[in-house]
C-alpha cells in the first residue's frame, strides 16, 4: 500500500491535471465554499475513484473536469489542454440513466452519432457492438421502462461510449442499484475500461467499490473538500470480487476509511 500526496503523485503522462482549483457558490444565504486548492494530476488511460462525505465537492470536481462547471480559481486541463466547456470526447454518466424515455435503447444510444450527424453504417454498427459488448444485443428495440436499473445504466454507459471518448467521468453511476447488480456493474465496467482505454474519474460514496475499481483512490475532506490523500491500488489485474477478501483490500479499505475518520471527514 502506497500513499501519496501533492500534484504529480498520480503519474506521468497525466491525462487531467487540476492546479490550485477552487469553487465558490454564490448563494442568497452567503457564499459556500465547495472546494479549495485542488491540486491532482491523473495519468492517462488510469482508473482514478473520488471519495469523500456527502457535500464534499466530489460531483462538483467531476462536473468542473467535464466542463460543466466553471471554477472560482485555478485551472483543469485534460490532455494538456485548457478545459472551457464540454466536449465530445468526453463521455459522462451519472447516478440516474437519463434515458430518452420515448426512444428504444438503440436510439438512445445513437444519440451523439445524430448529434453529431452520424447516420453511417459504421456508426450503427459501432452501437450494436457496444450493446453486445454490455450484455444489451437482445434489448435495441426495448423502452427503457422495459429494463432494469442494471440494464439502463449499461445502456447509458454505452451511450457515453458511443464517442469513442478519451475521457469517462462517471458521478456515482451505481449508487441507486442493489448491492449484487452493482457488484456485476463493476466488473463490467472494468472490462470495459479495459477495452476502451479510456481515463476514468470516479465518484463514489463507498470505499470497497473504489478499492476494487482502482488505479488510485482520491480521498477528499468535509466541505469546502480538499485532498487528504491519494492512495495508490496495487491489487493485481485483472480483478474479481475475490480480490477484496485478500488482506491487501482489506488494510487499503482500512486504511481509507480510517484516514477519513482520523480527519474528521466522517462523523
Same mark, same amino acid.
Given at each position: 500500500m502506497q500513499s501519496t500526496s501533492g500534484p504529480g503523485?498520480?503519474?506521468?503522462?497525466?491525462?487531467?491535471e487540476v492546479s490550485g482549483v477552487s469553487k465558490t457558490f454564490r448563494t442568497n444565504a452567503g457564499d459556500v465554499v465547495a472546494l479549495t486548492d485542488i491540486d491532482l494530476e491523473v495519468r492517462q488511460g488510469s482508473f482514478v475513484s473520488l471519495v469523500g462525505p456527502s457535500g464534499c465537492g466530489k460531483s462538483t470536481l467531476l462536473r468542473i473536469v467535464a466542463g460543466?462547471?466553471?471554477?472560482?480559481?485555478?485551472?483543469?486541463k485534460v490532455a494538456g489542454t485548457p478545459v472551457d466547456g464540454p466536449r465530445r470526447d468526453f463521455g459522462m454518466v451519472f447516478q440516474q440513466p *437519463? !434515458? %430518452?424515455?420515448?426512444?428504444?435503447?438503440? &436510439?438512445?444510444?445513437?444519440? #451523439?452519432?445524430? *448529434?453529431?450527424?452520424? &447516420?453511417s453504417p459504421q456508426a450503427r454498427q459501432r452501437a450494436a457492438?457496444?450493446?453486445? !459488448?454490455?450484455? %444489451?444485443?437482445?434489448? /435495441?428495440?426495448?423502452? #427503457? &421502462?422495459?429494463?432494469?436499473?442494471? @440494464? /439502463?445504466q449499461r445502456a447509458a454507459l454505452v451511450r457515453a461510449l458511443m464517442s469513442r471518448p478519451s475521457l469517462l467521468l462517471m458521478d456515482e453511476p451505481f449508487g441507486a442499484l442493489d448491492a449484487l447488480t452493482r457488484e456485476t456493474m463493476n466488473s463490467e465496467l472494468l472490462r470495459i475500461w479495459s477495452e476502451t482505454g479510456a481515463t476514468t474519474l470516479f465518484v463514489t460514496h463507498s470505499i470497497a467499490e473504489a478499492v476494487f475499481l482502482s488505479d488510485v483512490v482520491v480521498v477528499l475532506s468535509g466541505r469546502p473538500g480538499?485532498? %487528504?490523500? /491519494? *492512495?495508490?491500488?496495487?491489487?493485481?489485474? #485483472?480483478?474479481?470480487?475475490?480480490? @477484496?477478501?485478500? #488482506?491487501?483490500?482489506?488494510? %487499503?479499505?482500512?486504511?481509507?476509511r480510517g484516514h477519513l475518520h482520523a480527519r474528521g471527514a466522517v462523523g
Open positions: 503523485a498520480v503519474g506521468v503522462a497525466p491525462g487531467i460543466l462547471e466553471t471554477s472560482s480559481g485555478g485551472t483543469t *437519463v !434515458l %430518452l424515455p420515448w426512444l428504444t435503447i438503440f &436510439r438512445n444510444v445513437m444519440l #451523439p452519432a445524430d *448529434v453529431a450527424r452520424d &447516420r457492438d457496444l450493446l453486445e !459488448l454490455v450484455g %444489451l444485443d437482445g434489448f /435495441q428495440h426495448r423502452y #427503457p &421502462r422495459e429494463l432494469s436499473g442494471g @440494464m /439502463q480538499t485532498i %487528504l490523500d /491519494q *492512495v495508490r491500488i496495487d491489487l493485481p489485474r #485483472p480483478r474479481t470480487f475475490d480480490v @477484496m477478501d485478500s #488482506p491487501e483490500a482489506s488494510r %487499503l479499505t482500512s486504511h481509507i
